[in-house]
């Protein structure tokens, strides 16, 4: 999977959306060459609460230099055999490109992995601020 398919596939995922990969462009299309596509099935366990809360106050002082990424959230805190793994969202203005939050989300994962140098893996999910009200307004 190339990046941007990997990223598409997993902020699909983490919103319980089924994703759909075609292989080899238009003539895979017609080829009926059309694949379900999964993140790698998670291992270990989820961290205890304290430390999801230590990433995640650690994440919003982080992204204070990342002034894009606004409102982190949904942050999950997975315990593997290789360090932990952490995923959370964020909000955009919706008006960014793909490339500046692209960045921006890059940026401010590498800011948590320096900091926590047991965080082997950070995957960040940004998502255009209208998406969060409406979920805000679904949970509750
Ligand atoms: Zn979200």
Known sequence: MNAAVR????????????????????????????????????????????????????????????PILRNVHDVRVRETPEGELVVFHCTVDPLR???????EVDALESDLRRRFPGVRRVIGH????DHTRMTAQQTM
């Open 7 to 66: 990223a598409v596939t997993r902020g699909a995922l983490a919103h319980g959306w089924e994703v759909f990969g075609v292989r080899n462009g238009y003539a895979g299309l017609l080829e009926d060459r059309i694949e379900p596509l999964q993140a790698r099935r998670l291992r270990g366990r989820n961290a205890p609460e304290a430390r999801v809360a230590e990433l995640r106050a650690a994440l919003a002082e982080l992204a204070v230099d990342h």
């Open 97 to 103: 490109t793909v490339m500046d939050v692209h960045q």
């Open 126 to 129: 940004a998502e255009p601020r």
